[in-house]
């Protein structure tokens, strides 16, 4: 009985690797200030926005819902965050992009469910800062891949296009 119950603990823990890293509130603070306002808003994007969107960030977009945090501080925009989810092998991974006067700072990983060795590292994740938001990256042209997380960092860079074409269609173009 006792083996049972310890292989059931065993199997219920190994597939409970789906994991929020950090809240996408706390990466929008700790990118724009610790004491700044976050606010959230979900976009339903509708067909002609879809398209464009699709069209500009030149991949398939999984969805037509979009959340864009925008941090503040004395009545003072200091930028915006757009969070993509996509899948990565066969379960998802949610990036946030931090962007600001048309122009990415950086990302964080908010949360990954595939297995933790397919992460991306720090040190790739930094190649994401300062490119303008016009800038469709490629990977292998603009960003290296990862031996071994080749899949994560597909998903990543084509996550940015999204990020950017959200960005442009919906907060730029206002």
Do not use: C, H
């Not at 994991?19 to 509130?25: K, R, T």
């Not at 600001?100 to 990983?109: F, R």
């Not at 040190?123 to 800062?129: A, D, G, K, L």
């Amino acid at each position: 009985m006792k083996t049972i119950f310890t292989l059931f603990l065993f199997l219920s823990f190994s597939t409970l690797q789906a994991q929020m890293l950090i809240s996408p509130i706390d990466a929008m603070k700790e990118a724009y200030d610790l004491n700044a306002t976050i606010t959230k808003k979900n976009f339903l994007l509708s067909n002609t926005k879809y398209k464009n969107i699709q069209k500009n960030a030149k991949t398939k977009l999984d969805t037509k819902i979009y959340r864009i945090f925008t941090a503040k501080k004395d009545d003072k925009i200091l930028g915006y965050g757009v969070l993509v989810s996509r899948k990565v092998r066969s379960k998802n991974g949610v990036v946030l992009y931090f962007i600001k006067n048309n122009n990415l700072l950086g990302i964080e990983v908010i949360a990954f469910n595939e297995a933790l060795e397919y992460l991306t590292t720090d040190r790739w994740n930094s190649q994401f800062e300062d490119i303008n938001t016009a800038k469709m990256l490629r990977l292998n042209r603009d960003i290296p891949s990862i031996t071994g997380a080749t899949m994560s960092a597909r998903s990543v860079v084509e996550s940015s296009r999204i990020a950017f074409a959200v960005y442009n269609e919906l907060v730029k173009g206002k």
